[in-house]
């Protein structure tokens, strides 16, 4: 059974930073591209950022810059570290896999930025 596992979320202020984790099980880490998505109230899931099995990594123009995705396999583990947050960041942030059709993710956990 695949299992996606976040944390690290939290309530930061503007400028502030937090890093995410997210532990896989059931899954052979090491293959496997690692996403994070995002979503805001009210508004659609969107990526973020992802990290392919050789360690290239991609992020959307929101976040270059700010944010940064990582993986250690040994560990299961993907993580995203994020700097100078902003009150735009403010979403539920998901993990997310998957391997030919099947999609798999976290619950999520929530990063809310103040002002």
């Known amino acids: 059974q695949v299992r996606l596992v976040e944390s690290g979320g939290g309530l930061v202020q503007a400028g502030g930073s937090l890093r995410l984790s997210c532990v896989a099980a059931g899954i052979n880490f090491k293959i496997h591209s690692m996403r994070w998505y995002r979503q805001a109230p009210g508004k659609q899931?969107?990526?973020v950022a992802r990290i392919f099995s050789n360690g290239t990594t991609?992020?959307?123009d929101a976040v270059k810059g700010r944010f940064t995705i990582s993986r250690v396999n040994p560990r299961n583990t993907v993580y995203?570290?994020?700097n100078s947050l902003t009150p735009g960041d403010t979403a539920v942030y998901y993990c997310n896999t998957n391997w030919g059709p099947a999609d798999y993710w976290g619950k999520g956990t929530l990063?809310?930025?103040s002002s």
């Open 58 to 60: 991609e992020y959307v």
């Open 80 to 82: 995203l570290q994020m």
């Open 45 to 47: 899931r969107d990526l």
């Open 111 to 113: 990063v809310t930025v």
